[in-house]
């Protein structure tokens, strides 16, 4: 494959999947909360480190009422979930995809 239509094919792909922070497109769909990838996955771990650990803690205090506990950790698992970058993966697997087959044919020549 010529590396120009290998660029164009990426390009495309980059048009179709990048969707949460996108700096060309001047899109941020973390509503601020994080500006690349990477910081994203560390919020999103965050997140869920919080939940569990308030899940762990929420018998230690006998005055807390277990059930308002449950219901925020839920709805901290709900933001992080929505947070996750489903269509950025997709992006990667078809890359790795084409990365591939332009190694192959690399390769046999």
Do not use: W
């Not at 949460?20 to 910081?39: F, H, K, P, V």
């Not at 277990?66 to 993966?89: C, Q, R, T, W």
């Amino acid at each position: 494959m010529e590396t120009k239509k290998l660029l164009d094919q990426l390009l495309e792909l980059k048009r179709r999947h990048i969707e949460l922070i996108n700096d060309t497109r001047n899109i941020n769909y973390t509503c601020g909360l994080a500006s690349n990838y990477s910081e994203l996955m560390h919020r999103i771990a965050d997140l869920l480190k919080t939940s569990k650990k308030a899940l762990e803690g929420m018998h230690a205090v006998p005055e807390t009422n277990p059930s308002e506990i449950e219901y925020n950790v839920a709805d901290v698992i709900g933001i992080a979930i929505k947070l996750l970058p489903f269509s950025e993966m997709q992006f990667i697997d078809e890359t790795m995809e084409l990365l591939s087959e332009e190694s192959s044919t690399h390769t046999k020549h």
